[in-house]
């Protein structure tokens, strides 16, 4: 008689793991439509030391955290896309030349604003969770820089998963009552922000570390975004210590909450769960 | 924040990569459809890129990796049951289940009577089974992999293969002769 084992054995789906991965690499490459090999525009970075960019204007906004604070571990980040290998391998799939996606919608006022105004429009947007409208003032033939990318690091941003600058993120650091900062310098087409969160689960209850990100922009449109490499802001220990709250006290919410140490933001439903829970595991702190 | 440099980091995170991308699409592509395994293979190197430092050195590193995608898959699973709320193939229990493939070009169809034999089985011995047999694993890995005991993962093995034994009975009967 067959071993039971050698049955199950038989039933495993992908046997030639190396085949699978070149093949699902190649469909997943026609599916979107795009090489974003093909699309790579430069490798050039486009940015300005802030320092020595003469400063134009400065604005600095604080949304500060209300009672409690917030906190999202980013499962996000910069886009991670297939790299490397697999996508150069699959030689044979078809690339078109054009990029989808709709033209981005501007009023009259929004296409002659200068680059500072498109860029802090689109922070505005931003950070206050207004995501479409910020999106809006993306070109779709934008370019990004891609930090978790291995080799090229050029993308368009129309292929970043979270939008490379990470604009889940920050809608949900919004939706939780996270503060974010800004401070934008510019000089020509190029502008240079400096931001940082603030919120209390950063080191000692500080705001978070600053980073930099740099902006390409022209007739209220962004071309290049370069978020910046942006510091881990939250504490870890302090997230640690709230997740521990979370199975101890709700193990139910817990479950779909919480995955190996990371807070789960997937969706509006577990942002407000941890909204209510974060203030309640705050106060009793 | 990740104790190295960002060069460094990326390059040891590309070895990483380099060594286990296909196999861990390849274990989400056993557990999901071929468009989620992808993301959920991504999932699994974002977390792999902000837990860096903690990833073991080989032979734990895939184990490591399993582990990780494990939660990955069942997250995935998770979110599914959101968006669709109860589907029916998923077990009253909440117990992530393995789905038929469905992208039949790229996975060879199995046996369905073994995939609802799989899924009749509870997750703990289930995973250990498909570790074992699927992602070929030593009983030591799986132990690495799931946290357990040596122990406990053979405890686990043979109460599946009894359990599997008994509900896959007729499909291991040996091929009979053919009547006219």
Known sequence: MTDVFDVVRDANPIKDVDRYAEVVAGLDAQLHGISWRDQMIDDKPRVVSSEDAPVEHRSRRWWLAAAAVVVVLVIGGLGYALISDETSEVADVPAPTTLPTQAPVTTAAEATMTPLETVELFLERWVSSDVEQADLLVSPTATARCYECLDVNIKPWVEHKYRGIDIRTMALARASGAGVGYACTTEGEVVTCTLQFDTLLAANGEAGPEWVSHFTAEDGVISFIDAGFYPDVFNAGLIADYADWLETNHPEAYEDLVYFGTLLVNDLEQINAHRGLIAEWAAGR | ?180
């Not at chain 2, 557990?31 to 993301?39: F, H, T, V, Y």
């Open chain 2, 1 to 180: 924040m990740f104790g190295v440099t960002p060069s460094s980091a990326e390059e040891h995170f590309g070895d990483i990569y380099a060594r286990n991308y296909r196999h861990v699409l390849a274990y989400c592509g056993r557990r999901l459809p071929s468009s989620e395994a992808l993301d959920a293979a991504s999932d699994t190197f974002l977390v792999v890129w902000r837990r860096l430092g903690d990833v073991p050195d080989e032979p734990s590193e895939r184990p490591w990796l399993y582990g990780v995608a494990r939660r990955v898959v069942a997250n995935h699973h998770r979110s599914a049951r959101r968006r669709h709320h109860l589907i029916e193939r998923i077990a009253s229990d909440g117990q992530a289940v393995i789905e038929a493939p469905d992208d039949q070009v790229l996975r060879t169809e199995p046996d369905r009577r073994v995939i609802d034999a799989l899924n009749l089985l509870g997750e703990a011995d289930r995973e250990v089974v498909l570790l074992r047999l699927w992602e070929e694993l030593s009983t030591t890995e799986i132990a690495e992999c799931l946290g357990i005991s040596d122990v406990a993962v053979r405890k686990r093995l043979s109460r599946a293969r009894r359990r599997l034994k008994r509900l896959l009975s007729t499909a291991l009967q040996p091929q009979g002769v053919a009547h006219d």
